[in-house]
């Protein structure tokens, strides 16, 4: 029988779902480990699996113990749900951790967890590979796993430079380049007046987008008016309620005596906050003003109007943030790196376009 192939001469996961007709979700549990499924639909998947050459995890020696077979570990402080830019990175980084015999297991650091300085209760130190992080912002135990005599890799970062640099791996979104294309192309059309809305020290990725927001007012000979820079208490570290965030965001847009032309924002959820407030306060999106997002969330596309937004390719970021672990790996010597992965400035409906 003849079996369709996703990229040239690999069978993925997608490919065995497609074969059996399950999900992607249930393949990847029985392939990888993870989860509870029927002894009967594991077996099934794993004999399609072997069937049509995907290349399944490295079994151990017969009578060895299965804690042989290594896993990368990816942990977060945050629910990430579909809508997070990290959703497509994660398919990506399972699915290329599964074809080089790893497995992938993703958990939740909870609260008490983070204040203790503990790991996640089925955390298996003895089959980790290597760690990556994800939202993990918490300075203290980013420390403490930099200790486990693991590779770590962080994906975003708290901001740090009043901390001596953690002994790991950074990987981030490119986050500058699309807002100094942004401004630019804003003041080609005449928009002089340029806010920016985020809490600038949520994490490295939120000030390096502030920090090319006030770089493009510089070199684009743009006003600057403290004003515009709402930069305050957000959904931060302690994650206060949503309704005071909007409420904060509508006592300092109350403040404004002139309305901005453009108004740049963290990421997209923080631009469909500030649309959220616009609309309760009168202010027409891209009428009144123009708005532009950061991330393009699933969501940036479906509100109305769509969001003018900067891309994070989550894929790409995926196979860069296992190509540091596996040099790491390889090379516990080198150089500890930070690395930037592309991002795309797409214009919608929000800027007119």
């Not at 997608?14 to 002894?39: M, P």
């Not at 403490?144 to 981030?172: N, R, S, Y």
Request: glycine share 8%; with cysteine; hydrophobic share 40%.
């Amino acid at each position: 029988m003849y079996y369709s192939k996703s990229m040239a001469g690999k069978v993925t996961i997608q490919d065995i779902a497609n074969e059996l007709g399950l999900s992607r979700n249930t393949v990847s549990k029985a392939i990888n480990s993870t989860g509870i499924i029927a002894d009967q639909t594991r077996e099934t998947i794993l004999k399609k699996a072997a069937e049509m050459g995907y290349k399944l995890f490295a079994q151990p020696e017969s009578g060895g113990p299965e804690k042989e077979r290594k896993e990368l570990v990816l942990l977060t402080a945050s629910a990430l749900g579909a809508s997070h830019f990290s959703a497509k990175m994660m398919d990506e980084m399972q699915e290329e951790a599964s074809q080089m015999g790893y497995g992938f297991t993703i958990y939740r650091v909870m609260p008490q967890e983070l204040e203790d300085l503990t790991l996640p209760a089925n955390f298996d130190l003895q089959r980790a590979a290597g760690i990556f992080c994800v939202e993990m912002f918490h300075g203290s135990y980013s420390a403490m796993l930099c200790t486990l005599g693991l590779p770590v890799v962080f994906i975003d970062t708290a901001v740090t430079f009043e901390d001596k640099a953690l002994p790991a791996d950074v990987l981030l979104m490119e986050n500058r380049s699309g807002i100094y294309a942004f401004v630019k192309e804003m003041a080609a059309r005449g928009k002089s007046g340029i806010a920016f809305v985020g809490e600038a020290l949520h994490c490295m990725s939120f000030y390096e987008r502030y920090d090319a927001y006030m770089g493009a007012l510089r070199l684009f000979s743009l006003p600057y008016r403290p004003e515009y820079c709402i930069t305050g208490t957000s959904r931060g570290l302690d994650y206060p309620p949503h309704e005071s965030y909007l409420a904060y965001l509508e006592e300092s847009f109350r403040k404004w005596d002139k309305l901005p032309s453009v108004t740049i924002c963290a990421n997209d959820f923080v631009a469909m906050d500030v649309l959220h407030v616009f609309r309760k306060l009168g202010i027409s999106v891209p009428d009144d003003m123009y708005l532009c997002g950061f991330d393009d969330s699933p969501e940036s596309r479906l509100v109305s109007p769509a969001l003018t937004t900067i891309r994070i390719h989550g894929k790409a970021m995926g196979r860069e943030a296992l190509r540091l672990l596996f040099s790491r790996i390889k090379e516990p010597g080198l150089e500890f790196r930070t690395v930037y992965s592309g991002t795309s400035l797409i214009y919608r409906g929000s800027t007119g376009d």
